[in-house]
């Protein structure tokens, strides 16, 4: 049931589908965060919706995430947090770092956000109004806001008053997400919309025009085709789990990064938009992450590579950081500390290994095998600009920057192809600003809306990405989606 | 002798090479700004240089270019024009807007751009003490100084001071750069440099341990094999004019648009160092300009797309603008003015047609063909935050904002299929700080260094270059490579 290759399947003529076993006015493929809003808004929009899934129930890579949201402008949890959080700001941070291709379309994510988060609530997803002040990639109790991205990185911080946007659902565990995915599914059930699980759609069909207008759906015993007389929308998630597509796309992840998803997320949904002749963006777009954090003491620590040179601010959003040690010479960086801060990262999944200590740093430069003076001058520059509170050639803020001179240092071998980078791809196909499905010349393909993984993030590269970027754009556009597709306008 | 494809040559076995035609220690291949820059420099520093070139005399693109070197940090001119210019701040800038790879790199570059400027001088490479402070694509007279980026664009200008880095050599026309070049190619006869004329290197040599030794030269009437002790760098141009790399990497530029460069601008240079195993970067990068200014005033106007919206800022560098409207829906845009800021776009190479005038903005609106309400909605939003010298969207500088109110109204077709836009392709060969060729992870190859347009420039997509980011990084990494290709530290 699953791609195993990037083969794109076959467009399907709808003049050789003799009869359509099933109808209906939109078809969403895939039930995660994105399918579900994208069904609920076209459901009570006036069209008849069918959902149609791989996996035995609803839910996707949504329920298995950390189920966080990435929301602002002064959502309610903002304000009862004490933020004045404003849309300017919050457009302000994605577009200085996201640049993104659709500007309106961000503005109108970040106007709509506090809206948005209502409606998530008013359907029943749990968010407390608490907050975690602390450095975390996720939390495994109930606690809502948290800063997730590089707000207060430079130079963001300086275009863009920082406030946490992180909404986390009130759920508990690695895989939160199901709390806040639970809500939305029963919702979809309670007003009838009908799904059918553990099929699979293996091809789009489209008339003469080009418009599509139905899917070809493999169920166990059988083989169907499904008429959708206004829209399909695909909802089937990312193609992290497509090894093909990964190796072709972003070959530095190497055999020792591990994708973060679920089986279905085999890139199925791409190759679905490429057979109607959709584009894609951002294909080259990742997010690995191996945290240095928390413990928050450890960015005080510097980040370097085989060079015996920084090349990150080290306060930056994990995913940032491992995206700049993925493209280090031969993938390799360490993170070097002294006594005064040295603490064990907690951070389970990336398994990075202490390397050892020393007395001197001549003696750790040796011990890592850095060039001769290379480390020594690296830590002289840094300690003396530091004990000034400044960093001018990374400019990590001054809250972390103390100088390393506190013996005997110690270094984490944090190496790409060492410790364990967890990665979520960032591409898609390419869309419009209520999730139409975009040729490669940006030109909307009439009937086909993509919505979630399997559209194309706004952040372009794992650099510019904060946590809940997914879920929050996802529920955000999977809405404008289903009433665009219904034929209504957008309402929040 | 033009790579018409693209087709990686074989990479040839040392051991298979029967006897060397030629030795020398340092072969540079190509010898424009930066192969020029390699050449004096490894010569200078003890090394056997042989320049290859394929032309029949030196020059390059470089020769061909308008001339621009983007330098700064305290320039000789920036100081006699009165800017207090320093390399934080051209880093800070750099580091915003491009993000890149090598910040450390980024920072010598910075570093030493005051006394790479003293350099250039002292091959005679002739610099004015005058600016030019009106918005320009290129001069045609010998002005020297000029803002050439989006140092004054939001949101870059909150992050580093702005000043003109654009620094013009004292030729005249369209093709000053060759004022530019003379001096560097009458340094390299003066000095000794041997050069082989029509000659194109077709293949690189490699020893068994993978390292680069020599090359293969092809000239009109035989095929000869030259022994390269040290080191092969790789210096010729860019992959502008390959139909098939265009093809590959840049769907988007489409049959109307037109590369700027020379004949050998054919990614040969590119194609060599992937024989070798080294990896690129920023192969789909591209500065697609068709400016549309000067005149200054008609940056006041607005440009939408076929949605009738706004979609970056008007005040954008040129190179920023056309890589927008490239990914706009149909790749369709128009530069609206009103009867108080018309004017003709002064871009002889664009040859942006005038649509018409119009009394009412409804009727424009109508004539462009754009959705009913689309523009009246886009105007009155601009017209009314313009009013108040504001921006919220998409922050166009104070002194380009007024309200669009006096009619009749007049549209420019600025699309990217009508209008011709001239491009540049930024993408290449990967490289280390002092020009090595490096693998896809960023491992150094033995032998191969990789400068000039063969290799990636600093900014990996237009939206974030500056006229002459080509020159100014090509020529400074030039001498990089030739210092460290002779087995020299570098030293300014």
């Keep these: 049931m699953t791609a195993a290759t990037d083969r794109v399947p076959d467009l399907l003529d709808a003049a050789a589908i003799g009869q359509w076993d099933r109808e209906c006015d939109v078809l969403v493929i895939g039930q995660g965060v994105a399918g579900s809003c994208a069904a609920l808004e076209a459901h009570r929009a006036g069209a008849e919706v069918l959902i149609v899934e791989r996996a035995s129930g609803g839910g996707g890579a949504s329920a298995m995430s950390s189920g966080i949201y990435y929301l602002g402008g002064g959502t309610a949890v903002q304000k009862a947090m004490g933020y004045d959080d404003t849309p300017d700001e919050m457009a302000n941070f994605i577009m200085a770092s996201c640049d993104p291709l659709d500007p309106q379309a961000v503005r109108q994510f970040c106007d709509d956000s506090p809206a948005h988060f209502d409606w998530l609530e008013e359907q ?14 996720y939390l495994l109790d109930t606690t809502c806001l948290m800063s997730t991205g590089n707000e207060k990185v430079w ?14 659902v009130a759920g508990e565990g690695e895989n939160a997400g199901h709390a806040g995915m639970a809500p ?7 007003e009838g919309i009908p799904a059918m699980y553990d099929s699979a759609v293996t091809a789009l069909v489209a008339d003469a025009s080009g418009r599509v207008v139905g899917v070809r759906v493999k169920q166990s015993d059988r083989t169907i085709h499904v008429k959708a007389r206004r829209a399909v929308i ?5 193609y992290n789990m497509n090894r093909d597509m990964i190796a072709k796309n972003l070959p530095l992840l190497g055999e020792t990064s591990e994708p973060l998803g679920i089986p279905s997320n085999d890139g199925m949904g791409v190759l679905l938009g490429l057979s109607a002749g959709a584009g894609t963006s951002a294909m080259d777009g990742v997010i690995p992450t191996g945290s240095i954090y928390p413990p928050a003491q450890l960015i005080k620590g510097i980040v370097v590579n ?19 040690v993925m493209e280090q010479p031969d993938q390799k960086a360490w993170l070097i500390l002294d006594s005064e801060i040295f603490a064990y990262p907690e951070n389970p ?59 005997p240092y110690a270094a984490f071998d944090i190496s790409f192809d060492r410790s364990t980078y967890l990665y979520i791809t960032l591409g898609g196909l390419k869309t419009g600003p209520n999730g139409e499905c975009l040729t490669p010349r940006a030109e909307p393909i009439p009937g086909l809306y993509a919505v979630g993984a399997s559209a194309a993030h706004i952040p372009r590269n794992g650099k510019a990405y904060a946590s809940g970027m997914s879920l929050g754009p996802g529920s955000y556009f999977g809405r404008r989606a289903g009433r665009h597709a219904a034929g209504a306008n957008w309402a929040t």
């Design 124 to 137: 029943g997803v749990p968010f407390e109004r608490t907050e975690f002040k602390g450095k975390a990639v």
């Design 306 to 324: 085989k060079r015996g040179e920084r090349f990150v601010t080290e306060d930056s959003y994990h995913g940032r950081l491992g995206n700049f």
């Design 155 to 168: 130079p963001y911080k300086l275009v863009a008053r920082p406030a946490p946007r992180g909404h986390k």
């Design 234 to 238: 695909i909802a089937a998630g990312s």
């Design 349 to 407: 999944f990336a398994r990075h290994q202490l390397v050892d200590g020393w007395e001197t740093i001549e003696e750790m430069e040796a011990g890592l095998g850095l060039p001769t003076g290379s480390l020594v001058k690296t830590m002289a520059e840094y300690n003396t600009a530091a004990a000034e509170g400044k960093d001018p050639v990374l400019h990590k803020s001054a809250e972390w920057l103390k100088p390393l001179d506190q013996p």
């Design 184 to 190: 939305l599914l029963a919702r979809c059930e309670a």
